[in-house]
């Protein structure tokens, strides 16, 4: 018998806090008061989709929260390509609240890892809120589809639903005995919001979980028509499809030049949307774009997974030094009805006789859940009435299924206000609201005696789940549910007797070209933004790839135990130090580009910074009009007009190039002079490497950025792409 909870009073205070705010507003405020208008900012719905919230209308959320980066093993010995090595284990996130408390699965929307900044965003408003918060990645995701997909084909929303629920099922296996849960919830945005319906509606039978809320933020009404409306966008390019390379160009230049080298990124899609403004212009295109971006990754992904032949020629095994950039040019014109009408739709009627292509269609929708939808008092929904995923009368529908529970805002495009304070406190009052014992229709909390959200399961006297006793082998699978086998690729219309007898003696397989051939398909003698000087790109991947693997066992574990042990503030001490002794390095470069203007603020920069604060402890100079300047040799080099020549990865350094590789032993020299000699560390041995081992400890520790944490097949390519652009841009400026 499982032990009884403990009802946690300050958690529950802080869930309750934006229902009693909302009933201030409601119930307490003056009768005659006039409604306050909507006050989000982006009335045009393309460019609340592109900007989001201004920074000052946000919610107020914790900054930083102690969240856990955990992988898990979903198939034990699943074979897993060589080329994506680093998907073997499904990555998530976990923020563990000290006391008991809900835990709440979020999933985002179309290509999203669960590190996506609007998922980073919900989990720390959901922890501040009091939840545990697990946040997961799209099933559309790169990780997901080698970890964790059961077919390798995604896309099809009941079989996204029952590879998310095999994956919490084993994290909750695997956090059960140490965080404490009282309940379970559910939210997802965009496509995960159709994900989130659909795994609520698979729970309501399986009943691993018996979510208490579970909330539809911005979802397309049916995958299909949505996708369609994505892949139209990519037409308003200025000058029609014909012109992507240049504006992919344009995009991402525009983008490198407010990139900070190291910075997180995330290379599946919604990373070129960063510093928009509201008057630019092409912001269709600009969604159109990154969902380009989006497919690439996801049709790669699934072709070389399930050797599909697609893009990838079939039976060819590709390796970890093989150039991908061929492959990304190509994958870079594959629209959704590409991927649907040549991978999805002939994949699921060969496990589906007799159904058809529209049938399929129409099973990617909520209406084919709708039933469920109608009835169940624990299902909400968030929207916007100029959502650009929504069809004509999607939003008059979706009003009449979900009635009193569907919260509808008049704009914000498609999920650009999720972060908006007047969203995110209806958000969170959802959550704090009451679960009436009576199931049937109407607004949650109004009707019959009510209990609390997730405390308790949903019928009163009930065991809890058993998600939270252990007991978490699923029930036998309706005949509807038993799961599609392993992708089959489509066979090759001929192959040629001579090759047909090799392979059945035993010869390797053979190699049929893919479908979509980039000789064919690629324009000769246009030139490609993804294109770099790179002659020793096999040497460069495989440095990539020793830099990752370094990282991961080494350096990472050496930060994160840095990070435990070292205070916040006394880690914020250390790197202000370090960081102002490098304004030596960057006076000096300044003065060699004769740059007058930026020598004397990087001056009287390190002046300020190292008497007001202390030797760069704190940084006065920024709150004084004095801002970090980073200069190097190799920009040096670069001013004085030296190409960059070839691109080269260093070992453990990174991204770099003949010029730039250059300017690094110049900055070294330098350094061992203005440092190391005069404080006598070039004789100190022991002291000079206290130093460069702490220095080099904080630069890991002030680097967000982590290696395939994109899950993108192409991260070496748009990381080398994004390196050169951002330096030709440094240069420059």
Known sequence: MAAPRKTDLSGLLLRALPALVLCWHVLIAPAGA??????????????????????????????????????????????????????????????????????IFLIPGMGAGYNDPKNQFLQRAFFQAGFHVVALSSPTHPNFIPAASGSGIPGNLREDARDLYRVMELICRDIRDDVAITGFDLAGYSLGADHAAFLAELDERRGLFRFGRALLINPPVSLHPAMRALDGMIKKIPGGEEKFEEFFDEAFKAFSAMYKLNEPVDFTGSFLFRGR????????ALIGLSFRLSMANLVFTSDVFTNAGYIKPKNLELSTTDSLTEYFKVADLVSFADYFHDIFVPYFLEQTPGLTEQELIDQLSLKSIEPFLRRSTTIFLAHNTDDLLLAPGDIDYLRGVFGSRATIYPHGGHCGNI???????????????EVPKDKGAGKAGTEGEAIPASAVPAQPGSPPPPALTGELAPPVAHPEETRPAPFTAPRPAAVPAGAAKAVAAGAPPVIIAPRRQAKKLLKP??????????????????LYRFNATFDEYLFLPVTRAYEFVTPVFLQDRISGIFSNISEVRNLANAMLQLRAKTSSKTFTRFLINTTIGLGGMWDPATRLGFP??????????????????????????????LRDTTGLAGDATAHYFYLNVPTDMDRNLEWGAAYTGTDAVDTRHNIPFRYYQTGSPFEYDLVRLLYTKKRELDIEQ
């Open 525 to 542: 003698g246009l030139s490609y933004v993804i294109d770099v000087y790179d002659p020793i790109e096999p040497v460069n991947r495989a």
């Open 419 to 433: 972060e908006y304070g007047t969203n995110m406190a209806h958000t969170l009052a959802i959550f704090a609201e």
């Open 34 to 103: 006039a409604e306050e208008p909507y006050g989000y900012p982006y009335a045009n719905p393309y460019v609340a989709t592109v900007l989001g919230t201004p920074e000052k209308l946000r919610a107020e959320v914790p900054s930083r929260i102690d969240v856990r980066e955990r992988e898990a093993t979903v198939y034990e010995d699943r074979p897993i390509p060589a080329i994506l090595w680093y998907s073997r284990k499904l990555r998530y996130s976990i923020a563990i609240q000290d006391h008991p408390a809900p835990l």
């Open 277 to 284: 403004k509201p008057d630019d212009k092409n912001l269709a």
């Open 628 to 657: 970090k300047h980073v200069e190097d040799f190799g920009q040096t080099l670069g001013w004085y007009g030296v190409n960059p020549g070839p691109y080269i990865v260093l070992p453990i350094f990174g991204p770099s190039s």
